[in-house]
């Protein structure tokens, strides 16, 4: 398996880095092809190092010996395979934090049922409530439905309390927001949303010019307007800054991809 970059990460939802951060692991490969991902680097390009299931059962407890608050498996899709012998291997030799499952959400539904006693936190994307759209940007087919089946599945595992839905809202498409925001508040009463604002135009956004520009400050207020309506009882918001989604890019051709 290849994987991009690892070590302590404080950029994560409160409850995932706390004051500890997250023992985050970025994982190369992706099986969807965002045109506008931020992490196209890893997630396109596969930067990254190769490692054997028991070096990333090694590199688990390091992060556990460093006082990581979890294990956070950044796009874990494509390697769950391997990721599943190592989550087995590292808890017999003593691996005691959480197991954060960091996903797209447009996994299979056999392999998500099959984390079942593996994962103690699901932290899923859900990008779109319309699925041209995630042929156009994506190029994945029945999006939705897909993520909306490991989703539910996810929550039948470890409960409402343990997931954490999150939603990126892409600038002239807010449209889809609405639908997916009405679908994430449908999974459960408590459901956690996660917000995200950061968008920025990166990878090959520019050959969609629709969407080659940052979220407006009238989109984002539109947005936190549906989210009051739809009554959401938690979640994490991000803020509307004018740069603020420039200040969130890794660079993960540095040895630490966030300084």
Request: net charge negative.
């Amino acid at each position: 398996m290849k994987i991009a970059w690892f070590g302590k990460h404080f950029g994560e939802e409160p409850p995932i880095s706390g004051d500890k951060g997250s023992g985050t692991i970025f994982f190369s490969g992706c099986n969807l092809h965002c045109c506008f991902c931020q992490n196209w680097q890893i997630s396109q390009q596969w930067l990254g190092k190769e490692y054997t299931v028991e070096e990333l059962v090694d590199i688990m407890l390091k992060l556990q010996d460093q006082g990581s608050l979890n294990i956070n498996l950044v796009s874990p899709t494509i390697w769950v395979f391997d990721i599943k012998q190592a989550i087995v291997m590292a808890r017999q030799k003593g691996l005691t934090i959480p197991i954060v499952y960091n996903t797209n959400a447009y996994d299979k539904l056999e392999d998500i049922k099959s984390l079942k006693g593996l994962i103690d936190i699901y932290l899923p994307d859900y990008k779109y409530g319309d699925d041209n759209l995630g042929i156009k940007y994506s190029r994945c087919i029945n999006y939705s439905k897909v993520a909306q089946k490991n989703i539910l599945e996810m929550l039948d595992q470890v409960g409402e309390d343990n997931i954490i839905v999150r939603h990126l809202v892409i600038p002239n498409n807010l449209d889809n927001t609405f639908e997916a925001l009405k679908t994430i508040r449908s999974f459960s009463p408590n459901i956690c949303l996660s917000l995200m604002m950061q968008y920025n135009p990166l990878y090959q956004a520019k050959n969609y010019p629709e969407i080659n520009r940052k979220l407006s400050k009238d989109e984002y207020k539109r947005v936190m307007q549906y989210v009051e309506q739809l009554d959401f009882q938690t979640g994490y918001f991000q803020p509307w800054e004018e740069n603020a989604s420039e200040v969130l890019i890794p660079d993960f051709s540095k040895p630490n991809p966030f300084v």
